[in-house]
């Protein structure tokens, strides 16, 4: 069955430096950029040039190294931002200027002090001024996960008229419910008259812990493109996690849908984010985590040994990890102990190993975790002669 493609806009060096702390230098953003493209990200999402001169020159000299993905800058709804945006994607062989309002009434109300015409007349004045800069405009409704849908529909489809190729749908609070934010991509897809020129894009954050959800919700009801950070890192509780997203359309080829990213580098890509961000990954972090493929109870262990997919629906090499990890605990059975045994260099009879067992349970319950020297020591402790082969 052929597949769609789902776009792949990573904007860690934007949204996700602005976690607090996270602050990259100009050469770590670039380190970080040249792996996003290799790693094959469709869309880097360089930074907000108009922020900062740092920023500025973050994405002119990011626009001069990237050979494959688009380089996008971020913008408000401003003449200035775009003007300074598109000065520093010159160098860009593929520019995006990335342009945007809120749309939902809070915003409007509180923030702009304004109203919906008023909203819909900046927006088209934003995207028909970027679109005299480069061909490729994205257009972010901030907020839409609480914007009315008829109002949002009347936003991205004058957008889509002043020349909007990407429709940026953010659930920027994280509000939204995975059945809700589809619907809204549906209603997008089924009342935008244009929508067919423009890409549709999912921007969720993890306010509830539903931005991979919401992403999937997305592209499953007609958004192609979703807009995430390695290790889900971000603003708050973060952004859709980049690596999560992918694994799950390739674990679902009957979604028909697929992406151009090369998961066997995910892992190292991970680490190397963490590294120069200074924000370690949590261990039970889906697909990256250090104990994501790691099995300390007994019956998992038993399963995993006789047959990986027992306990496991990814393969560790499809991600860029090793192998699986049995992880010696108190809760361990006799056939992970028999396994890393073996590793250490004894081949235990079962009658060797039934005695060895009760002696690995009193030095597992003083320990978080036994080790592979430890074992050695466990079998010295026996009264039996085990022989190293």
């Given at each position: 069955m052929s597949k769609d493609k789902v776009q792949i806009f990573d904007t860690t060096l934007r949204d996700g430096e602005q976690v607090p702390g996270c602050k990259l230098d100009a050469e770590q953003k670039l380190v970080i950029a040249e792996r996003l493209d290799n790693l094959g990200v469709d869309i880097i999402e360089a930074g907000f040039p108009v922020s900062s001169p740092g920023d500025f020159n973050s994405v002119f000299e990011i626009s001069k190294l990237i050979k494959n993905a688009t380089v996008c800058g971020l913008t408000r709804a401003v003449k200035k931002d775009i003007?300074?945006?598109?000065?520093?994607?010159?160098?860009?062989?593929?520019?995006?200027?990335?342009?945007?309002?809120?749309?939902?009434?809070?915003?409007?109300?509180?923030?702009?002090?304004?109203?919906?015409?008023a909203i819909i007349e900046r927006a088209v004045a934003a995207v028909s001024y970027a679109k005299t800069f480069v061909e490729d405009v994205e257009f972010y409704a901030e907020d839409a996960g609480r914007t009315n849908n008829e109002f949002l529909a009347r936003v991205c489809e004058a957008a889509v008229a002043a020349g909007a190729t990407v429709l940026n749908i953010p659930d920027t609070t994280g509000y939204c419910l995975p059945e809700e934010y589809g619907a809204k991509i549906r209603y997008l897809k089924e009342n935008v008259k244009g929508i067919h020129k423009a890409v549709l894009s999912c921007h969720c954050h993890n306010d509830l812990g539903l931005a991979t959800a919401n992403s999937i919700a997305g592209v499953v009801?007609?958004?192609?493109?979703?807009?995430?950070?390695?290790?889900?890192?971000?603003?708050?509780?973060?952004?859709?996690?980049?690596e999560e997203v992918v694994m799950i359309l390739r674990q679902h080829p009957n979604l028909g849908l697929d992406t151009n990213i090369n998961s066997k580098l995910l892992y190292s890509t991970s680490q190397m984010v963490s590294q120069k961000m200074g924000m370690m990954v949590q261990p039970n972090k889906a697909i990256v985590g250090a104990n994501a493929f790691a099995h300390s109870s007994g019956i998992h262990q038993d399963g995993v040994i006789?047959?990986?997919?027992?306990?496991?629906?990814?393969?560790?090499?499809?991600?860029?990890?090793?192998?699986?990890?049995?992880?010696?605990?108190?809760?361990?059975?006799?056939?992970?102990?028999?396994?890393?045994?073996?590793?250490?260099?004894?081949?235990?009879?079962?009658?060797?190993?039934?005695?060895?067992?009760?002696?690995?349970?009193?030095?597992?319950d003083t320990r978080k975790e036994v080790m592979d020297e430890d074992i050695h020591e466990i079998i010295a402790l026996t009264d039996i002669a085990i022989e190293k082969v």
């Open positions: 003007e300074v945006a598109a000065e520093a994607l010159k160098p860009a062989l593929r520019p995006r200027i990335h342009t945007g309002i809120g749309t939902s009434d809070s915003h409007i109300k509180y923030k702009f002090n304004s109203n919906r015409d009801n007609g958004a192609r493109q979703i807009e995430c950070t390695i290790n889900g890192i971000g603003e708050r509780a973060g952004n859709t996690s980049l006789k047959n990986r997919e027992t306990y496991e629906i990814i393969d560790p090499a499809d991600v860029g990890v090793n192998e699986s990890s049995i992880i010696l605990t108190a809760r361990s059975g006799r056939a992970a102990l028999a396994y890393r045994a073996k590793i250490v260099g004894y081949e235990l009879t079962k009658i060797q190993l039934d005695t060895v067992y009760q002696e690995f349970l009193k030095y597992a």
